[in-house]
């Protein structure tokens, strides 16, 4: 009995994982295109459940919500991840290797104790906006993940420019905008991309910390879910997925062209 090779072996079995992986995302994106009442029987092609959620108005509000939320989470999470990964790159001390420890369990910590812990603390602060509320439960995790990115690229980069700079006679902060942000640019905007993703996509946080009037897109799909799949929640689930599958490209492209190309050895740790 002849033997299979082991590289058609390997082929086979990636093939296996993609197709267990990405299935289902694609029998989604097929039947949100199913023009029938009911959902999961195919009757004809149809766009029509895509018109009907655009003009959904509680989805477009909870896509509005969704979308303040991710973008004030960029801001929080970009602003102060970005400083947090130079200054464990630039800086030494004893407190680099406990800081690193703290990002990584920030990383690492159930989503659903994080959550019961900023419900807590928000009530007992009396924060009642409900974009802010939100923004601020996506960023902790997400300046984390910024912290990280912009480590790894900081570290990979050297400070050999930065020292240049600083020899011209060029003060700290003339240094850090002309020199050091430009260089570091492609991983600031990888980190926006990634947080603006994962804060848009968030359910568990989001389902604890949202308040009435605040309730964002993946909320609002999920309580849609107790009536039955309709068409127009599918034609939501598909979009949502194209904007978070754009983020993601856009972000790895970054990393990979611009960062990894040049030499960078430090891993990025992104999360499951």
């Known amino acids: 009995m002849k033997k299979v090779p082991l590289d058609v072996l ?23 295109f199913n023009g029938g009442r009911i959902l999961f029987i195919w009757t004809r092609f149809s766009t029509v459940w895509y018109s009907a959620a655009l003009g ?20 929080i999470a970009v602003g102060l991840g970005t400083l947090a990964g130079l200054a464990l790159a630039r800086k030494k001390g004893v407190w680099r ?19 019961i812990g900023q419900l807590i603390w ?23 993940l910024v912290t990280l990115i912009v480590r790894a690229r900081a570290a990979g980069i050297g400070e050999t420019l930065e020292e240049a700079a600083a020899d011209l006679g060029a003060p700290p902060w003339k240094a850090f905008q002309q020199v050091t942000l430009p260089i570091m640019l492609p991983a600031v ?32 799909i999920l309580a849609s879910f107790k009536t039955g799949l309709r068409g127009d929640i599918a034609a939501v689930v598909v979009m949502a997925f194209g904007v978070s599958l754009v983020s993601i490209l856009l972000s790895a492209l970054l990393l990979r062209k611009r960062g990894l190309r040049n030499g960078d050895q430090a891993a990025i740790p992104l999360p499951t």
């Open 10 to 32: 390997m082929k086979v079995w990636i093939g296996i994982v993609f197709a267990f992986l990405f299935l289902p995302i694609a029998v989604v994106i097929l039947y949100s």
């Open 189 to 220: 905007v990888a980190g926006a991309l990634l947080s603006f993703t994962f804060s848009f996509d968030d359910v568990i946080i989001s389902l604890f910390v949202q308040i009435p009037g605040g309730t964002p897109l993946p909320i609002r």
């Open 97 to 115: 290797g406990p800081y690193i420890a703290l990002v990584f369990l920030i990383l690492t910590t159930p989503e659903l104790v994080s959550a």
């Open 122 to 144: 928000m009530n007992r602060r009396g924060l009642e906006n409900p974009v802010l509320r939100l923004a601020i439960g996506h960023s902790v995790f997400d300046t984390a």
């Open 56 to 75: 959904n108005s509680r989805i477009i509000e909870a896509l509005s919500t969704s979308v303040q939320a991710a973008l004030v989470n960029v801001v």
